[in-house]
């Protein structure tokens, strides 16, 4: 069975040109900017069609947000912003790369989950490590679910159930109260 132009799909029957894993008419493999006949050895590739090399550079290449320097190898688009894939790393102290991995932005810059809970997240008023899922709004401060229980008795405190606090904006529910 003969080939296919992936340009004009139809057969090919004479020359061919193979590239980026596709078979071409050779006057079909054209810049997917320009439209123009790509002749020459060196191209670019952008969405896995050709580019030529003078499009590629005005209008895909990109400036990397980190270092401003052009990003010709691998890149990483997030955050509206294109990066090498080196640069792509969390704004907080462990400074790992996060290219595939879930982030959290804060003030322009990526954060990994771990140094975004430890630096932004609000505090649990009762065990006092980050809030990262939902949170109870109670006595002034926001609480995990599991922790908003009763001081005296350590029992949860359901969110229509009656409570007070005591000195330290601990909750006290209706049982052990007063």
């Not at 078979?23 to 493999?29: C, D, I």
């Not at 997030?78 to 969390?90: N, P, R």
Request: net charge positive.
């Amino acid at each position: 069975m003969a080939a296919s132009c992936f340009g004009c799909k139809e057969e090919i029957k004479d020359k061919m040109l193979e590239a980026l894993g596709k078979s071409w008419h050779p006057e079909h493999f054209s810049c997917k900017e320009c439209k123009k006949r790509i002749a020459e050895n060196k191209f670019h590739e952008s969405e896995g069609l050709p580019v030529c090399g003078k499009c590629f550079e005005a209008k895909i290449q990109a400036i990397c947000a980190a270092c401003r320097k052009l990003v010709t190898e691998k890149v990483v688009k997030a955050m509206g912003k294109t990066w090498h894939l080196e640069h792509f790393i969390c704004g907080g102290p462990c400074k790992q790369q996060l290219s595939g991995k879930t982030f959290f932005e804060r003030n322009g810059k990526p954060y990994c989950t771990a140094d975004y809970e430890r630096l932004y997240a609000p505090k649990c008023a009762g065990c006092k490590k980050p809030i990262a899922e939902k949170a109870l709004s109670a006595l002034e401060g926001k609480w995990h679910k599991e922790c908003f229980k009763c001081k005296l008795c350590k029992e949860p405190i359901g969110v229509d159930a009656k409570f007070r606090a005591d000195k330290e904006k601990q909750p006290i529910c209706e049982k052990c109260g007063i």
